[in-house]
């Protein structure tokens, strides 16, 4: 069972705190990182929580309408002690979300006691594939060119198999259209 968030400094294991605010196209992309991440510690992303069910194993999906992330983004906070027990816990914490925006910047700093690292959502140079901007992002010395790996849970491959078998679509092809995505660049 995934423990809440704010007991990260209760784990055993190394606990990273990952801030998301992308959509599906990008969370594919962000993916790659995720599995990097998940092979030495636990994980609790804050991101789109339709997106669990993408997610590899040691990684927990929170929303990211949380409070405590709402908190980080205003002037005056009247319980900044609970901001730091929050994100204290946490061994690292990375932050696609907020970084051009001070108070953002300055109130996760505060509250991860300096562990943050905030990143633009979107590389500061040009032609470097989204996936491998992730990647340059964590601390460690990635390799690049990784193709994303969505590993379908059991609740979706059992409803592709009865998708499958209710319209005869074994051994048949299969055109699948993706009508598009919000940024030029993906189109």
Known sequence: MKSFPHEAAKSAQPRICVLFPG????????LPSLQSLARGAEIDLFAHTEFADLVPARVA????????????????????????????GYTKIY?????????????????????????PFRPPIGRIHQTDYYL????????????????????????????????ELRQRPVLVLAPGSGARETN
Not at 23 to 30: Q, R, Y
Not at 68 to 77: A, G, S, T, Y
Not at 99 to 107: A, I, L, T
């Open 95 to 119: 932050s696609w979300l907020g970084s051009g925006q001070q108070q953002f910047v300055r109130r996760l700093q505060s509250a991860s006691r300096g562990k943050a690292k905030i990143f």
């Open 136 to 167: 340059c992002c964590l601390d460690d010395v990635m390799p690049r060119g990784r193709e994303p790996v969505i590993a379908p849970g059991d609740k979706g491959v059992r409803w592709c198999d009865d998708f499958y078998a209710t319209h």
């Open 23 to 30: 959509a599906l196209g990008d969370f594919v992309c962000l």
């Open 61 to 88: 999906v929170w929303s990211l309408e949380r409070p405590e992330i709402r908190k980080l983004f205003v002037d005056e906070v009247t319980d900044e002690e609970a901001l730091k027990v929050f994100f204290g």
